[in-house]
């Protein structure tokens, strides 16, 4: 344990002199960038011998005594860094060796062998719980009314897709207008419609995540002890093909609204 925190103490001395010199050196480049702005903005361009004069004589006594002390400044931590990587040279060699090396890691070896049971057990168990949180999640998420995937859940998929194209469009741009409209600015036409693309690829994205879990463990088995049944995939591979359809149809109205807006502009 002495070694461990003797390690950590060498390793933390060196990232504080890292920083130490990245800092003096920006601060160096930040005087030498102010000071050429300076020169810069006060360059005169048409004025009188006399004010050239006077110019000169303001901006000596303006930069260079900062100049001076940057330097110095910078020369002072120089110093101090190079003692500190001195001490943290000298440090190292004396309390690291290959032995001490080699002897720290077959401890470490040792312990997770003998420990090995236990770890494996936890990997597994905490594997297991992941998975079955984020089974339950998304499938709570398919089940909201609030999805996509339930818009018109009261029509069969078979009906929607007999419907006119341009009829659903115009009902699902009006529920689009009524969900994700902009309560700071109402007639803000565009929000609806980036918000309803951002919330039905989230949804996309969440039913393909469930349904490619729950075959993995169907195909593995191991059914009875997570929270997936037969019922609950068919389910899933349904609100997929819906969600996609309706998708289908926003996209559609939107190359047709793009190219009747082209049409004009061209016209």
């Not at 010199?21 to 601060?27: G, I, M, W």
């Not at 191991?222 to 591979?237: G, Q």
Request: glycine share 2%; hydrophobic share 40%; net charge neutral.
């Amino acid at each position: 344990m002495l070694y461990i925190s003797q390690k950590f103490t060498i390793i933390f001395s060196f990232l504080l002199t890292l920083s130490l010199c990245t800092h003096a050196d920006t601060q160096n480049d930040k005087n030498k960038q102010n000071s050429s702005n300076n020169n810069e903005l006060r360059s005169p361009q048409s004025e009188s011998p006399t004010n050239i004069t006077n110019y000169n004589t303001y901006n000596n006594t303006e930069i260079n005594p900062s100049f001076v002390n940057t330097a110095s400044n910078t020369t002072l931590i120089t110093v101090k860094i190079e003692e500190i990587i001195t001490l943290i040279n000298q440090t190292i060699k004396e309390t690291v060796n290959k032995e001490q090396f080699n002897n720290a890691q077959k401890i470490i070896q040792q312990l997770l062998w003998n420990h090995r049971f236990t770890i494996i057990g936890g990997v597994l168990f905490g594997s297991y719980g992941v998975t079955n949180l984020l089974l339950l999640t998304d499938f709570y998420q398919l089940d909201n009314n609030l999805f996509w995937a339930h818009w018109k859940k009261n029509c069969t998929f078979e009906f929607l897709c007999a419907t006119p194209q341009r009829e659903l469009a115009k009902e699902l741009l009006l529920a689009i207008g009524q969900h994700h409209y902009n309560e700071n600015h109402p007639t803000d036409l565009a929000f609806p419609l980036v918000n309803f693309i951002k919330t039905i690829e989230n949804e996309i994205i969440t039913i393909k995540r469930y349904i490619f879990i729950a075959k993995s463990i169907k195909k593995l088995h191991l059914m009875p002890i997570f929270t997936v049944t037969e019922t609950k995939i068919a389910k899933a591979e349904k609100l997929l093909e819906k969600v996609l359809f309706i998708k289908h149809i926003f996209l559609s109205w939107l190359a047709e609204y793009n190219l009747a807006s082209t049409e004009k502009l061209n016209g």
